[in-house]
């Protein structure tokens, strides 16, 4: 209902300032919407599922933000561009009707609605993608409340928070180093329409790369080898900018621009597994607002004789590499069923490096000196 409102106003925003204010208020209300959507899917689907509709709604928003391309062009002012693009948010409204958008199963557990749990159950009754669930339902002794001493001695969910947090900023942070295939270098400056289809374009394929591999090599080995790549590419075009050609540089901007998107999709996806349904939405949440301060960085591009530049890539490419490292800390969360309390949490936990070998030799029986 917020979305809708301030989807209103901004378009018949008075002043630039209250343009802001409005448009900061759809921001907020629309992130929130985005929020709850995503981590309601995600408790919805059963655990070889989750990756498919994860991607089928990357691959959605891709497909918006080509009409959007579409949209923009075809308008001629800029108030006619919001009005377009608030219209559908009165789709919104229909999350009220009783039995459009369904309430997560998860919550219904933890705030004890016994009711809507079990018309919930007969409904899903012969479906096998909730016998996680019902397993979980019948086992549990009670509601597990949220104990914030207990959260705050959480140092492994304190530990995965943080990595994916880090690496969410860096993704979104450094897809604006990438900006070279623009040719400020070069003296080329292309429109912004095409720079804006390219990161979308990069984005959708960073999802078809993510549902073709994720499930296959693991969560942590892709965002591993994603985040390998995004620094590479920075590395590379930080120190040899100048030897290389003009094909070589769009070569390995694309590359990164790929390669952080698609580190950035997957670190989202990856902390909505590995936090427990009591925070998961907080954990998403700041993981998410990361990555926005991440983007806020894109002003620094634009310092005087390219410093800012020089800056944001030399800063971001270290920060890449610790990313690098840190990703090793993280556990892997395929195909494992959705942490419920915090001690569910506390045990997604990163695999040994080196496993201990048993000696199976039998022991000799020392003998008894009494006998």
Known sequence: MLAVVFGVLVCVSPSP???ITIRFCLAAASAGVFLTLYVTRLELCDPSLRLLATMMSGLTVFGGELLLLAVALGCGSWR???????????LFL?????????????????????????????????????????????????????SFPELLHSRNIWKNLCVLGFTSFISHGISHCYSSFRGDVRGFTPSFYWTYL???????????L????????????????????????????????????????????IMGLFSSQAAASLS????????????????????????????????????????????????????ALLAVLSILLLPESKRKPLPQTLADGEQYRRPPLVRRRRDNVP?????NPET
């Open 17 to 19: 300032p209250v343009f």
């Open 80 to 90: 006619g561009l919001l009005g377009t693009g608030a219209a559908p948010l009165s």
């Open 94 to 146: 229909c999350y009220g009707i009783p039995g459009v958008f369904p309430e997560s199963p998860r919550w219904l557990l933890l705030s004890e609605k016994t009711g809507d749990m079990n018309s919930f159950s007969e409904r899903q009754r012969d479906d096998d993608s909730f016998s996680e669930l019902d397993t979980e339902l019948s086992s549990s002794p009670g509601r597990p409340r949220l």
């Open 198 to 208: 390219l990161s979308v374009c990069a984005g959708g394929g960073a999802w078809l």
């Open 210 to 253: 993510l549902w073709a591999t994720v499930d296959r090599f693991g969560r942590r080995g892709i965002l591993l080898l994603a985040m390998t790549l995004t620094g590479l590419a920075s590395l590379i075009l930080l120190g040899l900018m100048e030897y290389l050609s003009e094909s070589a540089m769009t070569v390995f901007s």
């Open 268 to 319: 989202i996806l990856f902390t909505a597994e590995v936090m427990p349904t009591i925070i998961r939405g907080s954990g998403v949440g700041a993981v998410m607002a990361l990555g926005c301060v991440g983007r806020l960085s894109s002003p620094l591009m634009n310092l005087r004789n390219h410093y800012g530049y020089f800056l944001h890539h030399v800063v971001y490419s270290s920060l």
């Open 363 to 367: 022991l000799l029986a020392t003998p």
